[in-house]
């Protein structure tokens, strides 16, 4: 019997202090999304981070908790109802990390009879820290606990036309009455070291600024290359003339280099630059969640308004549009019916 898993990041239980500790204690520790030595990684995580920034980001995450609970988890269960209320699958929803685990998604598909899997990572480009690591975990599951289930996994959907498609509509229909002099696309940022260890090739990643541009087997595993062909994508469909966009990355940590540009920074210079009506694009999430409801659309709106803009909209995510469920059921119902179809959606 089939059935299907959609794993999202995850989040604290709530926004207090010891919840928030404990989440970012299992999130840190992960060796795909701080990939330093062990011992290093523990002293850093344990012995510094986790006694200073749990209550800062408990106050970030008071200012965009809903009365039902974390935005992000809202938002993936009521994807998920709406998934499964036109899939003849059984369908489960898990976290990579938080109380809401992937060993309960496995178990609870497991219980319904399910012995063929159809993972889906929601997130749209590979990263070691949010692609990898889902599959490496459910792939650690499924050997320590499940030895008779069979399991395939959806690949990275950040040029798939259908998913380009909807997520150009839902930009088109919030920037509708919007008067805007720019769109930044603005991509959860990672450590360049990530994009050079993701690199098969281990000689096609320099970040050189043409690197992306280079056909390469290392594309299917490069996070940079993936961002910037969703913008080219969106950017066509949409019909954006160039200099009227512009890409950036977010969320950097620890003083190591990250891809550039920096949000942060480009939302600052805009306004000298002229460009003082500013939309922003979050194309690396499906769902909005802390990253994009407070340090996008709070602090950055912030940022550039105290810059010089005058008007700033940030786009919210797909979410639970119910376009975006469509697209979700249809490349399960091709799972179902054909295996090959996943594993082809997008080349």
């Known amino acids: 019997m089939k059935g299907v898993l959609l794993i999202n990041l995850g989040s604290p239980d709530s926004t207090e202090t010891k919840d928030v500790k404990r989440y970012l204690g ?27 920034r749990p209550k800062k980001s408990g106050v970030a995450y ?32 898990a976290m990579r990390y938080g109380s809401m685990s992937m060993e309960k998604g496995f178990k609870a598909l497991t219980d319904r009879g399910v012995d063929e899997i159809l993972l889906v ?25 499940y030895p008779n289930v069979t399991m395939d996994i959806l690949p990275t959907f950040y040029n798939q036309p259908d998913y380009i498609k909807v997520m ?42 043409s690197c992306c541009e ?15 062909e969703t913008t080219k994508a969106i950017v066509k469909s949409l019909g954006f003339q160039e200099g009227t966009y512009s890409n950036s990355f977010q969320s950097r940590l620890l003083k ?20 003082k009506k500013v939309a922003v694009i979050t194309p690396a999430f499906v769902s909005d969640c802390l990253e994009t409801l407070e340090e996008i659309a709070m602090e950055g709106k912030e940022d550039f308004l ?23 059921v249809s490349w399960i119902n091709n799972w179902e019916h054909n295996n090959n179809s996943v594993s082809e959606l997008n080349r």
């Not at 999130?27 to 062990?38: G, S």
């Not at 940030?314 to 469920?325: A, G, L, Y």
């Open 214 to 228: 280079r056909n390469s087997v290392a594309h299917h595993t490069c996070y940079r290359h993936q961002c910037f």
């Open 121 to 145: 990572p929601l997130y749209p480009h590979y990263a070691m820290s949010s692609y990898e690591t889902v599959t490496v975990k459910a792939e650690q599951i499924i050997a320590d606990h």
């Open 168 to 209: 150009s509509a839902n930009i088109k229909n919030h920037l509708e009455g919007f008067d805007y002099d720019h769109v930044l696309f603005s991509y959860h940022g990672i450590p360049e070291r990530h994009i050079k260890k993701s690199d098969p090739t281990k000689n096609h990643c320099k970040l050189d600024g």
């Open 26 to 52: 299992e999130f840190l520790m992960d060796e795909r999304v701080i990939d330093i030595a062990y011992w290093k990684r523990f002293l850093l995580i344990k012995g510094i981070i986790l006694q200073v």
């Open 62 to 93: 008071k200012k965009i908790w809903w009365k039902e609970g974390s935005p992000l988890v809202v938002i993936s269960e009521r994807f998920s109802k709406k998934v499964s209320s036109k899939s003849s699958l059984p369908i489960e929803l």
């Open 256 to 275: 190591d280099p990250w891809l550039k540009p920096y949000t942060d920074f480009e939302l600052e210079k805009f306004p000298e630059m002229g460009k």
């Open 306 to 328: 105290e810059a010089g803009g005058t008007a700033y909209k940030h786009i919210p995510c797909m979410n639970d549009n119910d376009d975006w469920v469509d697209v979700m």
